[in-house]
């Protein structure tokens, strides 16, 4: 009978290992992950709005430190410029940011994400028309904003279908309630 506790021991170990093997503890995302992706692509969301709010914030305060010009009003302009240079720092911090989050990204989004995300890259509107310095107007800067907004819906749409937010398709009351609530949003 005595060689029958080494067997006993070996096979509890191999049980005990087999469990531990699979934990995973809650909380940590493994790469490549639903939770590593979600968690990419809130930080790429939340990249992009600082610098959208940021060069908003430096479009304004460039504008006005261009309009109060003049010997009467020095300190003025002198305040207002060195607000504009306080903006401009911060709205290259805020791109710095949006490019390393879209690093993120591409170490691990898909395809169809990565696209949408480098196209909302690009769709990030500039103060200036490209290829020149010449400062756009401010409706021009705004319709450039708004069209940049459904392009990040259009990013928002590509990443809830990677980490499967929509409903499946025999889901049919979730579907339905989706369904009700857009047409409520709609109706306000």
Known sequence: MEPLAPAAVRAAGVVTKAALSRYRPAGVARVGSAE?????????????????????LYFYRRRDAEAVQGRRRRRLH?????????AWRNYTQAQHEVHAALLGIRLCAPTSVLAAAE????A????????????????DFLTAHDECAEVKAAFLEAARHDLAYNPRPWQLLRKWRERKYREQAAQQ
């Open 36 to 56: 590593d992706r979600a968690q990419s692509y809130r930080r790429f969301l939340d990249a992009i709005a600082h610098v959208i709010d940021t060069q908003i």
């Open 78 to 86: 002198a305040r207002l410029v060195e607000l504009r240079d306080e």
């Open 124 to 139: 990030v509107p500039r103060y200036y028309q490209p290829g020149t310095s010449v400062t756009l107007g401010e409706d």
């Open 119 to 122: 196209n909302l890259v690009r």
